[in-house]
């Protein structure tokens, strides 16, 4: 089973407007994070936004926010105002606790097209 | 500080040569990371090393070997190269449980 979900595999936003992509996870580790990545068509890998597990309020980074809902088990990122430049694919992923030794799992990722 | 570099950013192999994927950091990280991305499976690790002096076997491991050179370096090790390793390879780094930051990744071709 796979322990990182993302179900869109392409969203379509207007300019300026705010767009959620969905991650759910699959962990039974008490202890884990999630991390948000933006990868754009130059190739590189972007951190974008870190929620751990016992942390009490959601993450946020400028426009980039997580809703984490840990009883559903998903870290949705939300960008706010979206801009041309958020174009990209971006990709969620998972540390679990000692029982997966933090080793990152990743999940196929959700393709973003912003328009004008 | 150039982060993660990753040598070379693009090759082609025929089937059966060798190659070394060379990555160094230089933010002082214990953990350093091998990932291959193929189209619509998102990033699989290959080999991870936890520390200087260890490596242990990613998701995807057959066909690779690594080498913990130092704290600073990791290299990946194609011995026969085979088509199904056309992939780009990318490195990371981190320390340990917190986030980790790629190098620009390389495209390999295999022939």
């Known amino acids: 089973a796979q322990k990182i979900t993302q179900t869109q595999p392409g969203m379509f936003v207007q300019e300026k407007e705010a767009v959620t992509l969905d991650c759910t996870y699959d962990?039974?580790?008490?202890?884990?994070?999630l991390f948000w990545y933006k990868q754009p068509s130059s190739g590189e890998m972007i951190f974008l936004i870190y929620?751990?597990?016992?942390?009490?309020q959601n993450a946020t980074e400028g426009r980039y926010s997580l809703n984490f809902q840990k009883a559903r088990k998903s870290a949705n990122l939300v960008i706010s105002a979206s801009q041309l430049g958020d174009s990209a694919m971006y990709f969620c992923?998972?540390?679990?606790?000692?029982?997966?030794?933090?080793?990152?799992?990743f999940g196929r990722g959700t393709s973003l097209i912003v328009h004008p | 500080n150039a982060g993660v570099t990753q040598t070379p950013k693009f090759q082609v192999l025929k089937t059966g040569q060798s190659m070394t994927l060379q990555c160094a950091q230089d933010?002082?990280?214990?953990?350093m990371y091998w990932y291959r991305q193929d189209p619509g499976m998102g990033l699989r690790l290959i080999y991870y090393?936890?520390?200087?002096?260890?490596?242990d076997k990613g998701e995807v491991p057959n066909g690779y070997n690594v080498s913990r050179l130092n704290k600073r370096e990791f290299s990946l090790r194609l011995e026969s190269a085979a088509p199904s390793q056309t992939s780009v390879y990318f490195c990371?780094?981190?320390?340990?449980?917190?986030?980790?930051?790629f190098g620009p990744g390389t495209r390999l071709l295999v022939l």
């Open positions: 990371a780094s981190s320390e340990y449980q917190k986030t980790q930051y």
């Open positions: 962990t039974s580790d008490p202890s884990y994070g």
């Open positions: 929620q751990g597990s016992y942390d009490q």
């Open positions: 992923a998972m540390r679990e606790g000692p029982g997966g030794s933090y080793i990152p799992t």
């Open positions: 933010m002082n990280h214990n953990s």
């Open positions: 090393s936890a520390s200087e002096g260890t490596t």
